[in-house]
């Protein structure tokens, strides 16, 4: 049955039934025979049986019977009935009382228990809902928590078996309520038997918590905590089924994003391995190439008896000198690579005329380019950019390195810049025989050489991922526009947004005017 | 000056006898030290003409010995260091290193380092100002304030001048954002880098023939900016 506090307004509600049909009999005690007023008096009985449980009823049925006696059977206005034929009617309304309240009683337990099924189906259904659209363990976590605590009035904690040790272990929390032997007992002995322990359960229920293990396929992933809001009060059985159903979808759900992401971490160190054993090969093809050639030169200068010439003494140590700066360049990119890649790259953004870094990279690649004309395009008006200078440097020496060597020497290679709404777009364009259609997006991929079997020796492929990975943490683009087998155009967008702090253009050009 | 003594710290044994055969065929006298303690002590106990010091000594950090060696002698030091260090350079640049090499560098490099340096050392910091020609037909009148390029007067602002005349005081030095915002706009600027940039390349289109190419006003990327005092004598030695 409810608790005394549910019932005290039925009862109040059954006696105003009882006052009222006794109030109407005595308005009309006059042209009423004393049955009439016991078919009243009935009538409110049932009322109230219709409306409430079996005690307000019997109550209401009781009090319909003392004030019938009372008031409308003589003699008047005492307990007491001459009449035999009144214990009948006394009889009947007890009967219908009784009939009444417990339909009534039947007909709640079966609408409660009807609500009761509903919300548990809507709450599996909603945890399970939410579970599916976590996107990791700790957002399932979360959402998890969110659905006990509402289930139990509680508060509830996740242990993952791996942060959870034995109970003994100094890894569990010491935090309340796990600091209560009762709770860890209850723990432990949920843990070892894989059933609920604690509050509300029949295993260790004084502990103040109660414990249910996350039971999952193979084993158990995890320990659930819940701690009651109201300890004195336990979950009634259809409440704790609802919560055990919870957590084996829990459990399940954490089990298979546990595996999912194993497997995810497998798969990851497959194709980092896959791709350091690239790395390597590669890297031992490129740097060994220069390095055989230094090493041939050198020793044969060394070696040389008297026989080579000026020149050809010329010829070696310019090839020596160049064959270095190729490794050197390498050795630059091989490095800013693994900043790009582990996440490092730091980038001091300063703002800057994009001819400043430019230049510095036409410098740097002035013996490489010596075969290709290159003209710059950079309107006199185009804005600062903020971006880290050694690693824009870095990005143009790579496109400029790669539209020499990809071109026939002595084609032209132009370099422009343009504004656009928010943004600088650069482009590097060169004359050579572009990049094949569909492959626009490949070139950007580690390794991607244009033609590995005809083109040895000619880079580790990094040059344009590295550009990407530079460009990409300056919050730009890079692509190849689609040049229909004119060349190749490499776009890169450098986002500006405002204006470089207290410099101000009306300053610089006033005072440009002034003095001319 | 006669065979000027040149002090070399450096722990690297190849890159010692790079610098050691190339500095004695170029008619230097060369002492050399494999740590900063050794370095120190032949700083102070040989007194040379000018240090070349590794930045990545095993036994000191280079900022130390960078004040240590300032304390020891007058001599102009040479830093000479990895490329992506050039927080490091900045900072030992503005602790009072003159200059600085990134490895690899070439002979011609070094040596042009170490003639530059050398000059301004033996040069009082106050020498009279007289009309200096640089490269591509410039010259710079001190006296009369004037810039000609080609014959014909280039009509800088007030700040364009007061920067290119800090360059050409220092011209084959590189000069850090930091100095030369300190003594083109004042202390309160040093951190208005963009400024700098913004003069410079009005700069380099009033005197370079092709601003994206410069000859004479060269971007020391990271660092600062140096006047180049002559133009680069072949492709190969530019870099």
Redesign the interface.
């Known amino acids: 049955m409810k608790t005394d506090r549910t019932t005290v307004p039925e009862y109040l509600a059954a006696a105003g039934v009882v006052a009222v049909a006794t109030a109407v009999c005595l308005a009309l005690r006059a042209r009423f025979a004393p049955i009439d007023v016991a078919m009243v008096l009935l009538a409110g009985v049932v009322l109230v049986g219709a409306r409430y449980r079996k005690g307000p009823s019997l109550f209401a049925a009781l009090l319909s019977i003392l004030t019938f006696d009372f008031l409308f059977v003589p003699p008047y206005y005492r307990l007491n009935a001459n009449d035999s034929g009144y214990y009948l009617t006394f009889g009947v309304m007890l009967v219908v009382a009784l009939t009444m309240g417990r339909l009534t009683t039947r007909v709640r337990e079966q609408r409660e228990a009807a609500a009761e099924r509903e919300r548990h189906t809507a709450a599996l259904y909603a945890l399970d809902r939410d579970l599916a659209a976590a996107p990791d363990t700790d957002s399932l976590l979360t959402a998890a928590l969110g659905h006990l605590n509402k289930e139990t009035s509680g508060e509830t904690t996740v242990l993952l078996a791996d942060t959870l040790g034995s109970v003994g272990d100094p890894c569990w929390p010491h935090d309340p309520p796990f600091d209560q032997p009762d709770v860890r007992i209850a723990g432990t002995w949920a843990l070892e038997h894989t059933e609920p322990a604690g509050w509300s359960t029949e295993n260790c229920a004084d502990a103040a918590a109660l414990l249910l293990p996350l039971r999952g396929t193979s084993q158990t992933v995890g320990l659930v905590v819940i701690r009651p809001a109201d300890p004195g009060t336990p979950l009634s059985p259809e409440r704790l089924g609802t919560v055990r159903n919870l957590v084996d979808i829990i459990a399940d759900a954490v089990e298979r994003r546990q595996l999912a992401e194993r497997n995810e971490r497998v798969r990851v160190e497959i194709e980092a391995e896959r791709l350091r054993t690239a790395l390597l090969s590669s890297l031992s093809h490129d740097l060994r190439t220069p390095l055989a050639s230094i090493e041939g030169s050198a020793s044969a200068l060394l070696d040389d008896p008297g026989q080579f010439g000026i020149e050809d003494r010329h010829d070696l140590l310019e090839g020596i000198l160049a064959e270095s700066r190729r490794m050197s360049r390498l050795v630059t990119n091989l490095l800013n690579m693994i900043r790009v890649e582990s996440g490092e790259l730091s980038v001091q953004r300063s703002w800057q005329p994009l001819e400043e870094p430019l230049g510095v990279a036409l410098l740097r690649m002035d013996e490489p380019l010596r075969e290709h004309p290159v003209t710059t395009d950079l309107p006199s008006d185009l804005p600062l950019v903020p971006v880290d200078e050694l690693l824009l440097e870095q990005v143009f020496v790579n496109l400029l390195e790669n539209a020499a060597r990809h071109t026939p020497a002595g084609t032209p290679i132009t370099v422009r810049a343009w504004q656009e709404p928010g943004e600088v777009v650069v482009e590097v364009g060169d004359q050579g025989p572009g990049i094949p259609p569909g492959e626009e997006e490949a070139v950007f991929g580690r390794f991607y050489r244009a033609d590995p079997a005809a083109d040895p020796g000619t880079g580790a492929g990094l040059g344009l991922t590295i550009c990407r990975g530079i460009v990409t943490a300056h919050g730009g683009r890079i692509w190849i526009e689609p040049s229909h087998g004119q060349g190749t155009r490499v776009r890169l967008s450098l986002p500006v947004r405002g204006v470089a702090a207290g410099l101000d253009p009306v300053e610089v050009a006033g005072e440009a005017q002034d003095h001319a | 000056m006669p065979n000027p003594l040149i002090l070399v710290v450096e722990d690297e044994p190849h890159m010692r006898r790079f610098l050691r055969t190339t500095l004695r065929a170029n008619g230097y006298h060369v002492v050399e030290a494999a740590t900063a303690r050794e370095g120190l002590m032949q700083a102070g106990g040989r007194n040379p003409d000018l240090v070349l010091l590794d930045l990545g000594l095993p036994d000191r950090d280079g900022r130390e010995v960078t004040r240590e060696l300032r304390r020891a002698t007058r001599a102009p030091i040479i830093v000479v260091s990895a ?2 260090q ?1 927080h490091e350079k900045v900072a030992l640049l503005d602790l009072g290193a003159d200059d600085y090499l990134t490895k ?1 560098f ?1 002979a011609a490099e070094l040596l042009a380092r170490i003639r530059v340096a050398l000059r301004h050392s033996a040069q009082p910091p106050d020498a009279l100002e007289e009309p200096v020609f640089l490269a591509g037909g410039i010259m710079v009148d001190a006296i009369r304030r004037q810039v000609i390029r080609d014959g014909e007067e280039i ?5 364009e001048y007061k920067l290119l005349a800090t360059l050409v005081r220092q011209v084959g030095r590189v000069l850090t954002h930091r100095q030369l915002l300190q003594e083109v706009w004042g202390a309160n600027y040093t951190g ?4 700098l ?6 700069l ?2 009033k005197l370079e023939a ?5 000859r004479l006003l ?2 020391e ?2 660092i600062g900016y140096r006047l180049r005092e002559e133009p680069a004598r072949s ?2 030695d ?2």
């Open positions: 490329r992506g050039e690899p070439g009509h800088l602002t007030p700040t208005q880098t963009h400024y940039r913004v003069y410079m390349a009005q380099r289109h092709d601003p994206t190419r410069p060269i971007t990327p990271g492709r190969i530019s870099r």
